[in-house]
């Protein structure tokens, strides 16, 4: 993995190199309260991948949640 930007507290980006896809991702931290961060993750995924595997693997991952 590669970091590619880097704002202190608040995002950074990269991108993964796997199996000869480049795959470009980025998170975001935003402050919900002072003892909870909601963090936002994104990503471009190549058209060779298949988009309803993204979706299944999407449906998969839970929304977690730590008091």
Known sequence: ????????EKA??????EGGFEIP????FES?????TRITLSAE???S???DLISQR?????E???S
């Open 32 to 36: 919900v309260d002072p003892n909870r």
């Open 12 to 17: 950074f980006g990269g991108v993964i190199k």
């Open 49 to 51: 991948i298949d988009p």
């Open 64 to 66: 977690t949640s730590r």
């Open 58 to 62: 999407s449906r998969e991952a839970p």
């Open 25 to 28: 991702g980025r998170a975001k």
């Open 45 to 47: 995924m190549p058209d």
């Open 1 to 8: 993995m590669e970091i590619t930007e880097y704002v202190r």
